[in-house]
């Protein structure tokens, strides 16, 4: 499972440029409150024209993602997440196979955002504000050279799951249990990386400390072996510490000046000062733990995430695995520079933010490889939240919770 721990800097995403110091994106909804509200003014309605798919490639992108999830909704299993905030499980299937259906049949991306309209209802989430704002950062797998032995050169592994780590029935660590049966706390990245007791599970090892740390942060990545070999690993779990952004914290020591913020920045950063990695990340107290895994990159449904149309949310909030559109700025290519554009697409809310644990937060997943890196380095667009629903009833005017 992805985790959709991208929180280098902002607490959601490999490095990411600063964020609006207004805005609390971090922000908890109040108790009893609905992160989504329906829309029933049309003149709050995004453009989903804009967002439609207008070639066969990026159709059939997005009918793979969307058969992904439905595929995570057809075991028995996704019941038990349902209903959330007012979506049953049936609404949440009916709808994908809906949507699927007119996206095959019509084309024009005018006529096919009319269809939608006319048979959706559209949701939007509340956002950090109660007025929708919403932080969409980004993540990726990163490729890096690694080694399944220990060597001179590859020295910084990462490790498989201890077996005395227990889990509830939502994969969530409560503790580590001891030879007596007794469960106590989980230890922090400090002692788990200083006290040895994580001998023999190493899984793989890199040349580069940070590296390593960058793997807990992106939640999986790919290995290029010393023979060739490719190597995959996927989350496998984690401690229950508590996440903290050494993005946040070099910029308070003024390590980093702003205008420079970015993850190409802190690898600089670090790479001109290696002594002091340890004393920043191990104030991160999370610490996560890999498997190999083939065929992924996988998100929290256990289905492989797709480029640009796999969407990663705090799932407590959020019905997981059902169409979203997403309407914010991400960066692309032109020549040498990364420029924002805007960024308006149907995605499918199929990953979990580890950090992310907020109405107004959203991590895009970019793609696999030292570009995707660099564009989800410097991700950070304010934008909107939509969900699409089949049409249940009559729709009043204004915007309302949902029932």
Known sequence: MLTGLCVL?????????????????DRPLPPGAYALRRLVDPEMFPDLAAGC???????????????????????????????????????????LM?????????????ELAQQILDRFDVYQSVGCDDRGAVLFTGYYTPIFEGSLEPTGQYR??????????????EGLCIGRRLDDGRVVPYPARRELETSGQLAGLELVYLKDKFDAYICHVQGSA???????????????????GEYQSVGRLLLADEKIKPEEYSLDAIRRYFREHPGEVDPYCQQNESFIFFQESSGGPFGSLGAPVTPYRSLATDKSVFPRGCLTYVDTTVPVREGPHLIGRPFR?????????????????????LGIGDEAGRIAGWTAGVGKLYYLFLKAGAAEPGAAPLP
């Open 9 to 25: 800097i902002l607490g959601g995403a490999a490095g990411c440029k600063k964020k609006d110091d207004a805005l609390d994106f």
């Open 53 to 95: 798919p207008t070639d066969d490639v990026s159709r059939s992108l997005l009918v793979t993602a969307i058969d992904r999830s439905l595929d995570y909704l057809a075991h028995p299993s996704s019941e038990t997440y349902y209903p959330l905030q007012g979506i049953t499980h049936a609404q949440a299937v009916d709808s």
């Open 98 to 110: 809906a949507f699927r259906s007119l996206l095959l049949a019509v084309q024009p991306p005018q």
């Open 156 to 169: 910084y592994p990462l490790y498989r799951l201890p077996s005395d780590l227990v889990k509830n029935g």
């Open 222 to 240: 790919r290995f290029r072996l010393p023979d060739g070999r490719e190597f995959e690993v996927g989350y496998a779990g984690k401690n229950a």
């Open 345 to 365: 697409a149907f995605m499918l809310d199929q990953d979990t933010g580890g950090a992310i644990r907020a109405a107004g937060r959203a991590d895009i997943y």
